[in-house]
């Protein structure tokens, strides 16, 4: 069957990017010249989405508002002749049907993606972390395409030397099957240097297997706990991936995100080149 739902899990409160996040959605926090979280959006419709799953919890209300049509705001651009901005506002709306679940409470990742399930259906479906932005990459789209022709889930993977692996699910894989995930192991501990990284692409069988995990000690209900179970029933593939990946969840990576796309930006990349050497010049970096 073809993928064309797209869970997003967006309840929870960037408390990372505090206080930036505190009255404003973390996903709404501006990247370059958009919202994250339409970057976002913008991929999984590049892939063949056309149903977006919004997994959202209180105070979310904007994003919802970013991908509704506003009225009054079109109606003041045509009068002022602001065509391209218009076309630009009302394609927002027009980029995909969104979907709001609420979750009650932040119960982990795979709460969240379990709570979408009533929506899903018996389909297979796609996730995607707000955090990672994938920009330019194919990535989702030929993960897509392995688990339609595969009839598997696929997750993403990348390599992470050091210390820094600590901080993922870590995938052990055997070719390209993952054998078993380890969430934020040990650095000494972890199974290998594969990280996954926020693109998921599942069969329905997930959520049986999330059911089956159930909580852990925290209350919480983790999805690496429920590729583990699917791995070793269903059968889980793994693609590894190397560039064009951008974290937004914190202030430093936030801002080299920033940076690096926007140097890729048609009409401000060259200024933004020119004022950033003028400022290490200055600075005698």
């Known amino acids: 069957m073809s993928v064309t739902k797209a869970i997003f899990p967006v309840a929870g409160l960037g408390t990372r990017s505090l206080p930036a ?3 404003l959605p973390k996903e709404m926090v501006t990247l370059v010249d958009r919202p994250a979280i339409q970057w976002v959006v913008e991929e999984a419709v590049a892939a063949g989405c056309s149903r977006v799953v919004m997994v959202v919890g209180r105070g979310k209300e904007a994003i919802a508002d ?4 506003a009225p009054e705001l079109e109606a003041s651009l045509e009068a002022s002749g602001k065509q391209e901005l218009l076309a630009g ?3 927002l709306a027009d980029m995909a049907e969104i979907v709001l679940v609420r979750q009650g409470q932040p119960r982990g990742l795979g709460h969240a993606v379990a709570v979408a399930r009533s929506v899903v259906g018996g389909e297979p479906f796609a ?6 932005v994938f920009h330019p990459s194919t990535l989702l789209r030929d993960m897509v395409a392995s688990t339609e022709a595969s009839g598997r889930s696929t997750v993403a993977v990348m390599r992470i030397e050091g210390p ?3 901080t993922k699910g870590v995938a052990a894989v055997d070719g390209r099957r993952v054998v078993d995930v380890v969430e934020k192991p040990a650095f ?3 199974p290998s240097d594969l990280a996954l990284m926020g693109r998921y692409v599942f069969t329905p069988a997930i959520f049986d297997a999330l059911d089956s995990i159930g909580s852990g000690a925290l209350g919480e209900l983790q999805l690496t706990d429920g590729i583990r179970l699917l791995a070793q029933k269903e059968g889980v593939d793994a693609l590894t991936f190397e560039g064009g990946y951008h974290d937004t969840g914190n202030h430093l990576d ?3 995100s920033n940076i690096e796309l926007a140097l890729e930006h048609p009409t401000i990349g ?4 020119g004022r950033l050497a003028e400022i290490v010049r200055r600075r005698g970096i």
């Open 164 to 166: 820094e692996i600590s």
């Open 254 to 256: 936030w801002l080299c």
């Open 270 to 273: 060259e200024p933004l080149a």
């Open 188 to 190: 000494e501990d972890a």
């Open 127 to 132: 996730v995607l972390l707000p955090d990672d």
């Open 89 to 91: 506002v009302r394609r």
């Open 21 to 23: 996040t505190k009255a």
């Open 66 to 69: 970013h991908f509704d049509r």
